[in-house]
């Protein structure tokens, strides 16, 4: 059983890596503030703990909602999932040969305004809420409520793990973030990613 539900606690892992790999405004904010060395912790425990609850606030609303769908709503809510993994795919190869700037010029700010932005870099983002709410918990809709659990574990501990990482190794890791050869190999492993998760969805809606 234990084996069992790590599947999918794997499963969450490497999904939610996948989504949060991908250099964006929240994650430039993180490693820039990283580099100042400006209240490391509070920010990535803010993103990490945010993450936990978007992702689990998805996987519930799903496990909540799917007891009133029927095949027309579930077929529908496939066909959208494909979309924007089809979507999340493109932009994943339009950005294969990205470059990233950090801005590292040192300014004293408060930690109530660190908090403040590091709240709307979250919160006003809409890529949140379509990564983590809707496309986790559309994807684990049809897990039992074990698995659900597990997977979102999987995918919360990808956040604390990415966000801790990244902020608290800023200085070196924006070395190589900056590498345009590091960002082809992370799009590459991200595209192959989803593109098995698309195959996954298109073989539900199949069968």
Do not use: R
């Not at 609303?61 to 999340?88: A, R």
């Not at 990482?165 to 595209?191: D, P, T, V």
């Amino acid at each position: 059983m234990l084996s069992y539900l790590m599947e999918y606690l794997i499963l969450g892992f490497f999904t939610g890596l996948s989504l949060i790999l991908a250099i964006g405004a929240q994650n430039i904010f993180v490693i820039e503030q990283g580099l100042k060395k400006q209240h490391i912790f509070l920010i990535c425990f803010v993103c990490s703990i945010s993450d936990l609850i978007l992702i689990f606030l998805g996987i519930f609303l799903f496990h909540y909602f799917i007891q009133y769908f029927n095949s027309t709503i579930e077929l529908i809510f496939n066909i959208l999932l494909i979309i924007f993994l089809v979507h999340f795919i493109y932009s994943k190869i339009k950005t294969y040969n990205s470059k990233v700037k950090f801005n590292s010029d040192i300014k004293d700010v408060s930690k109530s305004d660190i908090l403040l932005k590091t709240l709307g870099f979250t919160y006003l983002n809409p890529h949140v809420y379509s990564d983590t709410v809707f496309f986790l918990g559309n994807f684990s809709k049809n897990f039992i409520l074990n698995q659900k659990i597990s997977f979102g574990i999987g995918a919360s501990i990808a956040s604390f793990l990415f966000f801790f990482l990244i902020g608290y190794l800023s200085k070196y890791l924006s070395k190589y973030a900056q590498i345009e050869k590091i960002w082809k190999i992370i799009n590459i492993f991200i595209i192959v990613f989803m593109s098995f998760l698309t195959f996954f969805v298109f073989l539900e809606i199949v069968n």
